[in-house]
């Protein structure tokens, strides 16, 4: 099914490990984000990518690092992992023809201990 | 700093009633407004967008835009056990990235 998938789907890292989220979209589109959503915060963007080969910060980019590999694939990098970026990481695409009409990945659940 | 509000609830509201979600944002300038829906451990789903001011209306659901007032509304009629949900309001202008609110959970009781 067209969609956007995120790998991994739960993941536990003790504090200073590093880890990779993975997300692919299937649909063509040009622009990919990755959010993370705290509990009484909602949304908040971590970096975006407007168009292979370009990245962006968001409101929240702080120990993190992102790569569009291609127009398929956009990672989100954790260098040295801290309780404090315990959060789900939701990737989202959307069609430049209707911009921000999100497609959602179904989240990787990060816990830091 | 671009900001969206939204109650964080929970509304209740009986099966059958109209469930009516609001949502207020600071920027004058924004022109795009979507209404997101959350289940609960799951991803959200685009359900509404709106670009200029008065209803429009999807089946079940209608958004409401008042620019001059600075809110967006989200009404849900014939409200049932499935829709219950969080309901994210998120609001962009131009062609910078949208704001999202917090979210208002909505539950709707048999």
């Known amino acids: 099914n067209a969609g956007v998938t995120q790998t991994p789907k739960f993941q536990v890292l003790k504090t200073g490990q590093s880890m990779t989220l993975q997300c692919a979209q299937d649909m063509n589109h040009n622009s990919m984000y990755w959010y993370r959503q705290d509990p009484g915060m909602g949304l908040r963007l971590i970096y975006y990518?407007?168009?292979?080969?370009?990245?962006d910060k968001g409101e929240v980019p702080n120990g993190y690092n992102v790569s569009r590999l291609n127009k398929r694939e956009f990672s989100l990098r954790l260098e040295s992992a801290a309780p404090s970026q315990t959060s789900v990481y939701f990737c989202?695409?959307?069609?430049?023809?209707?911009?921000?009409?999100?497609?959602f990945g179904s989240g990787t659940r990060l816990t830091v201990v | 700093q671009k900001e969206v509000e939204q109650n964080s609830g929970p509304l209740s509201v009986p099966e059958g009633a109209i469930a009516s979600l609001n949502c207020t944002y600071s920027d004058r300038g924004s022109q795009s407004f979507f209404w997101y829906r959350q289940y609960s451990g799951k991803s959200p789903e685009l359900i509404m967008s709106?670009?200029?001011?008065g209803d429009k209306e999807d089946g079940r659901f209608t958004a409401q835009l008042n620019k001059a007032s600075q809110y967006v509304s989200l009404l849900i009629r014939d409200s049932q056990p499935s829709d219950s949900a969080t309901y994210l309001c998120?609001?962009?202008?131009?062609?910078?990235?949208?704001?999202f609110g917090r979210g208002t959970s909505l539950i709707v009781h048999p």
């Open positions: 709106i670009y200029s001011n």
């Open positions: 990518s407007a168009s292979e080969g370009t990245t």
């Open positions: 989202a695409s959307d069609p430049p023809e209707v911009t921000h009409y999100y497609t």
């Open positions: 998120a609001v962009s202008g131009g062609s910078y990235i949208p704001t």
